[in-house]
């Protein structure tokens, strides 16, 4: 057997190995394990051993086409993770991981746009972050990518384009872009830079009200925040609407530091492992919000954000608008392995200062009010359409 496999054999997980057997064609193989009972207590035991060993004989011996070891062993630990019924603890290929850390940094060496896949297969520019190498190069949102480095990326899927245009190994990308109202292609050099991703918007509305929305929870998010708070306090903000609809969470550390800025001295949030230990976050109290406050919220908002919205509302310090949020209530590490792939398990419970566990069921807002149907399909809401906003907004000026 290939020394690699025999390595990866104690890793074996019943949910691959279940449909890799099922209506498996016995040729020259002979069935693993045979009059075996005892019960196993480990996946290292004999008896995944040989099922693996046999498993790799069907294969070496029937399978139709050529096997790949690496997407093999990647399978196997995946399906490990995937054993557990937890859809948050899983398993990452090196490239996976690497991808997941440049999200949750918050900043990469590229070109600092961001891309998506039409039904015709084609790659276009949804987005150019405002001062990014792509933007000084002049690119635009709804360029299509023709070509990459003289490469034609037209039947290419997303991920791929993605790879080619950070390509680590080039300091620069030329990109040939189709343009509505361009009759030929354009050709733009672009040198890469290190680009921080923008989580944090921000401006001022009428009648003092800063408006401040957070897409997730990155390691620049608390500096981006600041830095968004203290411009709206410049413009004279007497009052605020902190948007975290469709926040899908990110880092505890993160979203810790902002509400360190806001609620009291007491719990942020605390969490609890499986073996009862607790652990506390706590708050300075240094400096708590001082004016009327709304927190918007919806079925997309997770995780870090409902320990925002949790901890505003059990320390009475806003009003939550919105819908009520999607129910994470579950926290999880990460662990790098040797070989730069890594491991997502859920280790602990977490729990609102006041107690709360909402995992399954959310953070009911204060102030109920679904996003208008009509506008479910529109790619973009201004403020004037957006209901929800507009509530958000009448609620805070009544404070």
């Known amino acids: 057997m290939n020394e690699k496999l025999r390595f990866f054999k ?3 997980t019943g949910v691959i190995l279940t449909a890799l057997v099922g209506g498996a064609v016995y040729v020259g193989v002979e069935q693993y ?3 075996e009972t005892k019960e196993a207590t480990s996946i290292t035991d004999r008896h995944y051993q040989n099922k693996l060993e046999y498993i790799e004989g069907l294969i070496d011996q029937n399978y139709l086409h050529e096997s790949d070891l690496d997407n093999l062993a990647d399978g196997m630990y995946a399906g490990l993770l995937e ?3 937890d859809p948050y ?5 090196e490239e996976e991981y690497a991808s997941m850390t440049e999200s949750t940094e918050g900043h990469y060496k590229g070109i600092g746009v961001v891309m998506q896949q039409g039904e ?3 790659v276009q520019l949804v987005r150019i972050y405002e001062g990014a190498p792509g933007d000084k190069a002049g690119l635009l949102a709804g360029d299509v990518i023709y070509m990459v480095d003289d490469e034609v990326v037209t039947d290419m899927e997303l991920a791929q384009v993605a790879k080619k245009i950070k390509n680590p190994d080039k300091e620069s990308t030329r990109l040939t872009i189709a343009r509505d109202g361009e009759k030929d292609y354009l050709e733009f050099e672009i040198v890469k830079e290190e680009v921080q991703i923008p989580v944090v918007s921000h401006e001022m509305l009428e009648n003092h009200v800063g408006y401040l929305a957070i897409y997730e929870f990155t390691s620049v998010t608390f500096e981006q925040y600041q830095e968004a708070y203290e411009e709206l306090e410049v413009q004279g903000m007497e009052r605020l609407v902190i948007d975290l609809r469709d926040n899908p969470g990110g880092l505890l550390d993160s979203v810790c530091n902002i509400l360190n800025t806001i609620v009291p001295k007491g719990t942020i949030v605390y969490t609890e492992d499986k073996y009862g230990n607790r652990s506390d976050r706590e708050s300075e109290g240094k400096s708590p919000i001082d004016i009327p406050l709304v927190v918007l919220v919806n079925g997309n908002s997770a995780s870090a954000s409902e320990i925002f919205a949790g901890a505003i509302q059990d320390y009475e310090l806003g009003t939550i608008v919105g819908e009520t949020t999607y129910g994470k209530g579950v926290v999880q590490t990460v662990k790098e392995l040797p070989d730069g792939s890594a491991v997502k398990l859920t280790i602990a419970n977490y729990f609102t200062p006041s107690g709360n566990n909402i995992d399954g069921k959310g953070i009911v807002p204060d102030v109920e009010v679904k996003l208008d ?3 479910l399909q529109q790619n973009s809401i201004t403020h004037e ?3 929800q906003l507009q509530k958000a907004l009448e609620v805070v000026e009544r404070q």
């Open 10 to 12: 104690g890793f074996v």
């Open 33 to 35: 394990g045979v009059g």
């Open 83 to 85: 054993g557990l019924d």
């Open 89 to 93: 603890s899983r398993y990452y290929t």
């Open 120 to 122: 015709d297969g084609l």
């Open 373 to 375: 149907e009509d506008l």
């Open 385 to 387: 359409e957006d209901n």
